[in-house]
């Protein structure tokens, strides 16, 4: 099956500082999404990008099909951005998703 | 967004019993669910994929008879766990998909803990 791989693992920001979180895929996906879980475990979608470059606002996302990466950039990081990151990705939009192992991202004041 | 719900949030029993999860698509008809399990601090792992109207598929090393899974309608999938024990305790996730695109929502998942 599909290998998702992320990084980093784990990162620290200041408040303000600006990031950009990978995901890489083993094999071609057709259905790809990036989730932000907050402290009470619910999934928040950020974004659907089986390909191209998406923005809301504070946060973007580009997916680079052709060489099996996303990547999600966070600008002007805030606290409440804290939380895991994840992206997941599927062969088609019928095949369930495979999650990466997150990105555990702590901003401070 | 599309809204999933899940009941309950929290659920605490004795080993032993059986416990019934509830997910449902609120304001979207899903014909394929999806049911994940995730231990603290780790990721989402599939359990099993829930088709409406038909058995579900589990992924490999997952009990079928003790992850019981009914999808009787387009809105609604329920997870029974069966004799539940003590390393069944976990945060149990669903998702639906729309139909297109193939977005996936998550429910808020429901945490269980086996005595």
């Known amino acids: 099956g599909i290998q998702v791989e992320q990084s980093p693992p784990d990162l620290i920001l200041q408040e303000g500082a600006n990031s950009t979180l990978r995901c890489n895929f083993s094999?071609?996906?057709?259905?790809l999404q990036w989730f932000h879980q907050n402290p009470w475990g619910q999934l928040i979608n950020l974004f659907y990008i089986p390909s191209g470059t998406k923005q809301n606002g504070r946060l973007s996302a580009t997916t680079v099909a052709t060489e099996r990466y996303s990547l999600l950039y966070i600008s002007s990081s805030q606290t409440t951005d804290s939380g895991v990151y994840f992206c997941a990705g599927g062969r088609s939009g019928n095949t369930p998703l495979v999650f990466g192992k997150g990105t555990r991202l702590s901003v401070i004041a | 967004g599309a809204v999933v719900s899940q009941h309950p949030s929290r659920v605490i029993c004795k080993s032993g019993t059986s416990v019934k999860i509830e997910c449902r698509s609120l304001d979207f008809q899903a014909t394929t669910m999806f049911w994940y399990r995730q231990f603290p601090k780790k990721s989402l792992m599939l359990m099993a994929t829930?088709?409406?109207?038909?058995?579900?598929?589990?992924e490999q090393g997952v009990e079928k008879d003790k992850f019981l899974i009914n999808h009787a309608s387009l809105t609604l999938s329920t997870l029974t766990v069966t004799s539940a024990h003590p390393e069944d305790s976990s945060f149990y996730i669903c998702?639906?998909?729309?139909?297109?695109?193939?977005?996936?929502?998550f429910g808020p998942g429901t945490r269980l803990t086996v005595l």
């Open positions: 998702s639906a998909r729309d139909s297109s695109p193939y977005e996936q929502f």
């Open positions: 094999d071609s996906v057709n259905n």
């Open positions: 829930s088709n409406e109207g038909s058995k579900a598929t589990y």
